[in-house]
């Protein structure tokens, strides 16, 4: 069964570092999201991705972090610097189209996440 | 205000007895989908079940239902003869038809007893 694969899984650094996180979607999956979940609390969207295209970056503090999907297939989240408050789990997810108004119904997949703790 | 709204923090249920777990909603919008999805210590958002606004009987999948009330903007998750391995975190959440985003509930943290 296809899956929504991150890297690393987890990963420890201290402030002021840089991260990145890797994701691949579902092989001919449109739409990527990535989210972050901040313990006790569901998930928040960060960015979303139609192929190669943001079509919401809204939420994604943009003077630390950036995300790509050069190729509209898979997507690297960077944070630049980290700081503490940064420590979440970040998940990844995709979906065949969601496309607006294409299908309310569009579900979508989540990888297994990256879980990030800032020291 | 709160679109996804996941008033029970924590539940503890013997196992093989039937769960409710409560979610309601907020939007004006007549087209919209709502989700359940279980997060296991692990991390990984596991899709459970699907309900959207015009369908006209609540949505089954296996031990899973939703309980739909529309009116009252309520979309329960109902696990039916629970096992040990359902105790997970469980969120609600709903895509409105002029949105992309799946907007989450807080989650509920369900544990089975033995």
């Known amino acids: 069964e296809a899956e929504v694969a991150q890297s690393p899984r987890y990963k420890i650094t201290e402030k002021s570092q840089a991260v990145a996180f890797w994701c691949d979607p579902i092989s001919g999956h449109a739409t990527l999201y990535w989210y972050r979940q901040i313990l006790g609390q569901g998930p928040e969207l960060l960015v979303q991705?139609?192929?190669?295209?943001?079509?919401?970056d809204s939420q994604l503090p943009k003077d630390r972090f950036s995300a790509e999907r050069l190729k509209g297939v898979d997507s690297t989240l960077k944070i630049q610097p980290a700081e503490l408050g940064d420590s979440a789990m970040y998940l990844c997810a995709s979906s065949l189209e969601g496309r607006l108004g294409l299908a309310v119904k569009e579900t979508q997949y989540f990888g297994p996440g990256t879980r990030l703790l800032v020291l | 205000a709160q679109k996804i709204t996941q008033t029970q923090p924590g539940m503890f249920v013997q196992e093989k007895e039937a769960v409710t777990l409560d979610c309601t909603y907020d939007t004006s919008d007549p087209s919209y989908g709502l989700f359940w999805y279980k997060q296991p210590s692990s991390g990984e958002m596991i899709f459970l079940i699907y309900?959207?606004?015009?369908?006209?009987q609540n949505a089954t999948e296996g031990r899973y239902s939703l309980n739909f009330q529309k009116a009252r903007k309520s979309a329960n998750l109902v696990i039916s003869a629970s096992q040990l391995g359902d105790s997970a975190m469980y969120f609600c959440?709903?895509?409105?038809?002029?949105?992309?985003?799946?907007?989450f509930g807080k989650g509920t943290r369900l544990h089975i007893l033995p």
């Open positions: 309900q959207g606004s015009y369908d006209q």
């Open positions: 991705f139609q192929d190669e295209s943001v079509v919401d």
């Open positions: 959440a709903m895509r409105e038809g002029g949105d992309d985003k799946i907007i």
